[in-house]
């Protein structure tokens, strides 16, 4: 066991990265962030930030030598990068682990070899695979670039096989997957906490709304059936297991209106969808990840309430701040802002949960308080 006063590496400064450091501190660890960018959310309240290139192998020695074990929160750190330090140091989750999510294509070909359901999907490399498409994908399917997509970016639907060779070219003919669009009735997701020996702690099964291919808000309890709850602990924690998996990861889901449960994609670090954790379990998401890096037990990740979590993009900005004394006036809303100075469309600059009794009065409340922060 990794006991507090030990120094944690991070690998990533964004908001993620930012709540690991919030959830070390207090737990007495000290943190160290290896980041390109100055002025990283994370970076600027770590004990330590070096700000450096996730190739940069002077720097990678240096956080080595000065911390006893290294993790992510995010899944496009070269997987070089982690194999290097991990020569070094204790790291998790793993090189191979992380390599294994870091392309749509492999990542799909790896669940779907589980026998675990993904959208009907062929591998886009040349125009040539366009050709050989015939019946195998219905339309309207989305193409989707297979490496650093995220947050929807990289992402066309297409009607047509010619609106494919077409969005194949705007994408620049880099890899793609394409995917039929499916039928959804809703969207949930799972975070999860694996440790070394293998023992798995769920989250509750979380409900996730996406406006514009970014999510938007999430709910737990979901009102999926307890089957399906069942059903997607079992092929998340599948999932984990197969990629010996060592630390907090999340599976996203679709449920179609068709009645299945497929998986859309595998993070390999904490979730946006996991955010209630912060205020509705005993435990964060982000402490179990503490707790999974240093080898000690998992906390309780029950729900403690029904939450609705808000994200807060830019676009909540305009030209002023938000009204955050209208969503500071209900006790029931829990604000998390992650320090970014500049308010961008679509950029995620925050997030609120709110706690309520049942999660139609979490929701009243998140609604109401979301049109309050916008009014001018
Ligand atoms: P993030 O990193 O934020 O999860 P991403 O860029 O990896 O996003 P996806 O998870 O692939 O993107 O897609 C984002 C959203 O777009 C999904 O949550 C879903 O709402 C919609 N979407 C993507 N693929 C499909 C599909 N095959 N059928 C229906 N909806 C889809
Ligand atoms: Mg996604």
Same mark, same amino acid.
């Given at each position: 066991?990794?006991?507090?006063?030990a120094?944690l590496?991070?690998?990533?400064?964004?908001?993620?990265?930012?709540?690991f450091?919030?959830?070390?501190?207090?737990?007495?660890?000290?943190?160290?962030?290896?980041?390109?960018?100055?002025?990283?959310?994370?970076?600027?309240?770590?004990d330590?930030?070096?700000?450096?290139?996730?190739?940069?192998?002077?720097?990678?020695?240096?956080?080595?030598?000065?911390?006893?074990?290294?993790?992510?929160?995010?899944?496009?750190?070269?997987?070089?990068?982690?194999?290097?330090?991990?020569?070094?140091?204790?790291?998790?989750?793993?090189?191979?682990?992380?390599?294994?999510?870091?392309?749509?294509?492999?990542?799909?070909?790896?669940?779907?070899?589980?026998?675990?359901?993904?959208?009907?999907?062929?591998?886009?490399?040349?125009?040539?695979?366009?050709?050989?498409?015939?019946?195998?994908?219905?339309?309207?399917a989305?193409?989707?670039?297979?490496?650093?997509?995220?947050?929807?970016?990289?992402q066309?639907?297409?009607?047509?096989?010619?609106?494919?060779?077409?969005?194949?070219?705007?994408?620049?003919?880099?890899?793609?997957?394409?995917?039929?669009?499916?039928?959804l009735?809703?969207?949930?997701?799972?975070?999860?906490?694996?440790?070394?020996?293998?023992?798995?702690?769920?989250? $509750?099964?979380?409900?996730?709304? !996406?406006? /514009?291919?970014?999510?938007? *808000? @999430?709910?737990?309890?979901?009102? #999926?059936?307890? +089957?399906?709850?069942?059903?997607?602990?079992?092929?998340?924690?599948?999932?984990?297991d197969?990629?010996?998996?060592?630390g907090?990861?999340?599976?996203?889901?679709?449920?179609?209106?068709?009645?299945?449960?497929?998986?859309?994609?595998?993070?390999?670090?904490?979730?946006?969808?996991?955010?209630?954790?912060?205020?509705?379990?005993?435990?964060?998401?982000?402490?179990?990840?503490?707790?999974?890096?240093?080898?000690?037990?998992?906390?309780?990740?029950?729900?403690?309430?029904?939450?609705?979590?808000?994200?807060?993009?830019?676009?909540?900005?305009?030209?002023?701040?938000?009204?955050?004394?209208?969503?500071?006036?209900?006790?029931?809303?829990?604000?998390?802002?992650?320090?970014?100075?500049?308010?961008? $469309?679509?950029?995620?600059?925050? !997030?609120? /949960?709110?706690?309520?009794? *049942? @999660?139609?009065?979490?929701?009243? #409340?998140?609604? +109401?308080?979301?049109?309050?922060?916008?009014?001018?």
């Amino acid at each position: 066991m990794i006991l507090p006063g030990a120094t944690l590496g991070m690998l990533g400064g964004g908001q993620l990265g930012r709540m690991f450091t919030t959830a070390a501190q207090i737990m007495g660890y000290n943190v160290i962030v290896l980041d390109p960018d100055t002025n990283s959310p994370a970076g600027v309240i770590a004990d330590q930030h070096i700000c450096a290139k996730y190739t940069d192998e002077a720097a990678l020695s240096q956080l080595a030598e000065q911390c006893d074990a290294i993790t992510t929160e995010f899944e496009n750190i070269p997987a070089a990068t982690l194999a290097f330090l991990e020569a070094k140091t204790i790291v998790h989750p793993s090189s191979q682990a992380l390599s294994s999510t870091q392309n749509r294509i492999t990542e799909k070909q790896f669940i779907a070899a589980l026998g675990i359901p993904v959208a009907p999907f062929v591998a886009i490399r040349s125009t040539s695979d366009i050709d050989n498409i015939g019946t195998s994908i219905q339309f309207p399917a989305i193409i989707k670039v297979a490496n650093f997509g995220y947050d929807g970016k990289g992402q066309v639907v297409c009607h047509t096989i010619d609106d494919v060779y077409t969005a194949f070219r705007n994408l620049d003919q880099v890899e793609c997957v394409l995917e039929q669009r499916i039928n959804l009735e809703r969207e949930v997701s799972t975070v999860l906490a694996r440790s070394q020996t293998g023992e798995i702690n769920n989250f $509750p099964v979380a409900e996730n709304v !996406h406006v /514009n291919g970014i999510l938007h *808000t @999430t709910t737990v309890p979901s009102i #999926i059936s307890d +089957q399906q709850v069942q059903t997607a602990i079992q092929m998340a924690d599948k999932i984990a297991d197969a990629l010996g998996y060592v630390g907090v990861m999340a599976v996203e889901f679709f449920a179609s209106k068709e009645g299945d449960l497929l998986v859309n994609e595998i993070a390999p670090r904490p979730h946006n969808s996991g955010h209630f954790t912060l205020d509705a379990c005993p435990t964060s998401q982000f402490e179990q990840q503490v707790r999974m890096l240093c080898g000690l037990p998992s906390g309780n990740c029950e729900l403690s309430s029904a939450v609705v979590m808000v994200n807060l993009l830019g676009d909540v900005w305009g030209d002023s701040q938000p009204n955050w004394d209208t969503l500071l006036a209900r006790p029931e809303n829990h604000l998390h802002l992650y320090g970014k100075k500049e308010a961008r $469309p679509g950029r995620k600059m925050g !997030h609120y /949960n709110v706690l309520a009794a *049942t @999660t139609a009065q979490a929701n009243d #409340i998140a609604l +109401q308080t979301f049109e309050a922060l916008q009014a001018s």
